[in-house]
């Protein structure tokens, strides 16, 4: 009797004290809060739960005007879906929200999860290493992985569905291995022990998160979760210093920097840019090096592969898709089995409208977040400083102002001028502002090679409405990624 007295005493007063502490110029609360925990029993449960609330929680925030605040136990955050808004917030505060810690046992100070002070300085050094002069070299890279891929998928073609998961993902991996660290990740046999230690972190962070009471690191120290996660971390890192010892002495040694991994193929890797900027301006330390290194191979070939994933699925889901993007590959290459240049990218536009549009319909990083350095006024409300403030990517792509056809696979309307919104920040992929996607064009350059050796070779057949999806951090498919494919004649 007491006890229930006394809950609806602290009910009203929460209820009060919100209403008193609410100010007009700050956005709605999302319904549903309770007192104490807020929304936190939202989310609740495995990562399909996860990614259908997140997704509810998106058509919600629409409804009520594209920005709202929502409550994880004790602590009040925002969340956005308006386009215009996140574009404001996101050219004008730099640092990333506390959440992005649950990253750093992993990734240090690498670009993704550092601190503004140690990030503006790195992004400054590394973004060079992303310069069109520098991806043009790694197209040999690029081909020859298509071509290895399109071997491998060969053992497939005929028999029906088949998860094409592990090829494309061991795949990108291997990609990555060679443009980041120059060391072809087949030849040490450490790929599969990798992209296992990847998904157990990917899959500790997401569950950390769904569960406030192991934000703190003090309570996350006691649990089961963080001794999986060190025992990943152990493993990613050991292959990090395994690589970076290595070529370091082969540096000292005299070995050249400009790499023949693959027959054929001359490029830097990025591991070795990192490794002269260290020498000549005393850039990074060993430990910063391996952060930097370990952060462009998990934001590079987990990210670029779903995308391909999806796109497989979506091209095999839609024949027409298909046959035009084939008919452009043709038509661009020819007829032959010549490598994709450079100056062929640019003439696949169907392709890269193929592409946009996957990234649109599934938006594999789906949200993100910052912390607010400083209030900001947006078109109807001001945020106060010191807040987290999340940003729904996949929500901004599927934002009305996309149209009545918001939710259909056209690519198409990436051609026809005046068919795309009217707004800056409509396709929301690869974020805005100078935190932006620093592989934006790696991801395009080596996503399109890819799908244009394989469309050219199969024929691929599938079924996107049979897709459960689940927030593993990315957004990924509950049961696999289904294909067919048949050797094209
Ligand atoms: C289709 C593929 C990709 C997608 C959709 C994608 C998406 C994104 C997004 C949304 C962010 C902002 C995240 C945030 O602020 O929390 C980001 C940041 C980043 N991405 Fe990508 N990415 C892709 C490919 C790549 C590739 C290929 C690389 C490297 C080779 C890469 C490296 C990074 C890095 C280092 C950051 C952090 C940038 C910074 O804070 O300065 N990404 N990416």
Redesign the pocket.
Known sequence: MWTVALLCCACAAYWLWSRKTRNTTEPPVLPGAWPIVGHALRFIGDSCHLWNKVNDMGNEIHDLGGVATFRLGPRSLYFLTDPDDSSTILNTCLE?DDI?EFGKPYLGE???T?KLSI?KNH?KLLNPA?NQSVLDTFMGVFNSQSRKLVRELEKEAGKGPFDHWAYIRLNALET?GL??LGVDFTDLNLSTQYLEAVEIMLSTMIERFAKFWWHSPYTFAFSNLKRRQDASIKILHNTANTVLQKRKSELTGNVCSERSVIPGTKFKA?LDLVLELSAEKGAFNDREIREQVD??II???D??A??LLFTMILLGSYPEAQDKAFAEIQEVLGDGDRDVEKTDLSKLVYLEAVLKES?RMF???PV???KLDKDVKLKNYTLSAGMSCFFS?SAINKHPMWGPDVHEFKPERWLEPGRLPDKPFAF????TG???????S???M??KTTIAHVIRNYRITADHTKLKLKMDVMLKPVDGYYISIEKRT
Do not use: D, E, P, Q
């Open positions: 990333k992005y690498g670009l993704f550092a990030w992004r992303f990555l443009t980041s990025f952060t462009m934001g590079g070939h990210t670029s779903n995308v990234m938006t594999i990083g993100m977040a910052r990517l929301a992929a690869f974020s100078r935190r932006m996607c620093i592989g934006k790696y991801a395009l080596s996503m």
